[in-house]
């Protein structure tokens, strides 16, 4: 049996865990957020990146103005490389949007962060203008890293493999709530017949994530509101720590503040969808 990490210091886990944040914002800003300018011809490889600031907590599109805000709750290993499950927020949408909510019906791609792509007029083989996708087929996306997704009928992400071949491969096995199907776990298959159940879900009556676990126990908790809020998100570590995690807040349906176990806080201001002002408490950071 591995024997059990040594916790790291709350200043080492507080470095950690900003620099998490920091990754996981840039794969979600990589995979492309909703744009203002006119989006390049169909079946274009070249696409324009737009300009991204760093605020507390987020990132905000220089062009469309909208705050991302992404949070990883929980990773591990896998034959295909290590997984992270999380959330982004995008002011645009609004609305958080879990890592592996990725929807594709052949037509119209929707990625992590909400962002919205016409995959219509893309050739097989093509890259999706905008994104860092290439169109297979009207079932399978291939991502910049090499990993071919493939869509069910209803455009739910049912499995991840490498574009050599079936196996090993990562499927998104769907469960029944009363809202509606919902991924209930996801399992490796290394090979037909031999299979391992990396991650369990849990959803409440409404359809709202209520927890991760992934095989070695570790869990991940999240807490809504009554409006359907996600207001609480403890990862693995704060579960395990008994900590109160990350802590949201919202005002006419816009994300106004998060606050990290560690006192953190960051508070937000909009016109309409736009941030027009994020400043933070307890980092010393200025306002932007």
């Not at 916790?7 to 080492?12: D, H």
């Not at 005002?251 to 176990?261: K, P, Y």
């Amino acid at each position: 049996m591995r024997p059990a990490p040594r916790a790291r210091p709350p200043r080492a886990r507080r470095a950690l865990r900003l620099a998490s944040l920091a990754a996981a914002l840039a794969i979600a800003v990589a995979a492309g957020c909703e744009r203002t300018p006119p989006a390049p011809e169909a079946g274009t490889k070249d696409y324009q990146r737009d300009a991204f600031v760093a605020v507390p907590f987020g990132l905000v599109n220089a062009l469309g103005g909208n705050l991302v805000v992404a949070r990883p709750d929980l990773d591990f290993d896998t034959r295909l490389g290590n997984l992270a499950l999380g959330a982004t927020w995008n002011s645009a949408s609004p609305a958080w949007r879990w890592s592996f909510e990725l929807h594709y019906d052949g037509t119209r791609f929707v990625d992590a962060s909400g962002a919205v792509y016409d995959a219509a007029a893309v050739a097989n083989g093509a890259a999706i203008p905008g994104s860092v996708w290439v169109r297979l087929d009207a079932r399978r996306l291939r991502s910049k890293g090499g990993l071919v997704h493939e869509f069910a009928g209803d455009g739910r992400l049912a499995a991840v493999r490498w574009a050599s071949g079936a196996h090993p491969r990562l499927e998104y096995r769907t469960l029944s709530t009363p809202a509606g199907p919902r991924v209930g776990s996801i399992v490796q298959v290394a090979a037909p017949g031999d299979e391992t159940v990396m991650a369990r879900l849990a959803w409440d009556a409404g359809g709202r994530l209520t927890s991760l676990e992934d095989r070695a126990g570790r869990r991940a908790l999240f807490g809504w509101n009554t409006a359907g809020q996600l207001v609480q998100a403890r990862d693995a570590f704060d579960v395990a720590r008994g900590l109160p995690g990350f802590r949201y807040a919202y005002a006419d349906g816009r994300l106004v503040s998060v606050q990290s176990s560690e006192g953190v806080r960051a508070e937000y201001a909009y016109a309409g969808p736009r941030l027009v002002r994020a400043r933070a408490l307890g980092l010393g950071d200025p306002a932007v």
